[in-house]
């Protein structure tokens, strides 16, 4: 069965460096999603992605982060100058067309800022 | 602003119990409800969808039922096994976003 894969499963990095956290989403589908979740808080939605643009974003979105799709099979997020609250488990997420359809989340990147 | 509220926090029940969980919403003008599992460390695993239009959905032992005009969605799990122990999040996806609002979990400990 097709799944959204991610890497790395787990980063860790200084204060202030960037990190690219990258997700392959399900070959056929459209429409992609980050979100993270912050240990021991709930799940929160960053940003959706569909016709290679930015369609929605959270307020948590700022202009820290930035997400592209580089080529016809990667998604990634990318964090400029991160911060120690950035830790957190970030998931990808990806679905096939109407709002009706199921979002398939990827195994998500614990991503650690010390 | 979609809130989405789940009880209870955690529970646990010896193996074989039939139990529900409950999941709240502030807003009805959703498009869809979805069941998630999350087992500890690690992603989402999609347990069941419910449209707006419908009123339940089952899978094996898994059964949710949504009513939408009272903000509310059950996940009813019969014969619960120890695998089963997880936490169990709901999240829906309201008519003005494509993103999903999640609750905060059920952490469920099935015990054998």
């Known amino acids: 069965e097709p799944e959204v894969t991610q890497t790395p499963s787990h980063q860790v990095t200084q204060m202030g460096q960037e990190v690219i956290l990258r997700c392959v989403p399900i070959?056929?589908?459209?429409?992609f999603y980050w979100y993270r979740q912050i240990l021991g808080q709930k799940v929160e939605f960053l940003v959706s992605?569909?016709?290679?643009?930015?369609?929605?974003k959270s307020e948590i979105f700022d202009d820290q982060f930035s997400v592209e799709r580089p080529d016809g099979s990667n998604f990634t997020l990318k964090i400029r100058s991160t911060k120690l609250e950035d830790s957190a488990m970030y998931f990808c997420?990806?679905?096939?067309?109407?709002?009706?359809?199921?979002?398939?989340f990827g195994p998500g990147t614990r991503l650690t800022v010390l | 602003k979609q809130e989405v509220t789940q009880i209870p926090a955690a529970l646990s029940v010896p193996e074989g119990e039939n139990l529900v969980l409950n999941c709240s919403f502030t807003?009805?003008?959703?498009?869809?409800l979805q069941w998630f599992r999350q087992d500890p460390g690690k992603g989402l695993t999609s347990l069941l969808l419910?449209?707006?239009?419908?009123r339940e959905q089952t899978s094996g032992r898994l059964n949710a039922s949504l009513d939408k005009s009272s903000g509310r969605s059950t996940l009813y799990i019969a014969a619960s096994q120890p695998g089963d122990s997880a936490t169990y999040l709901c999240?829906?996806?309201?008519?003005?976003?494509?993103?999903?609002?999640f609750g905060p979990g059920t952490r469920l400990s099935v015990l054998p």
């Open positions: 419910i449209q707006s239009s419908q």
């Open positions: 807003d009805s003008a959703i498009y869809n």
């Open positions: 999240a829906v996806m309201g008519y003005y976003g494509q993103n999903f609002v």
């Open positions: 992605f569909y016709n290679n643009e930015i369609s929605e």
């Open positions: 997420a990806s679905r096939d067309g109407p709002l009706t359809d199921t979002q398939y």
């Open positions: 070959s056929n589908h459209l429409y």
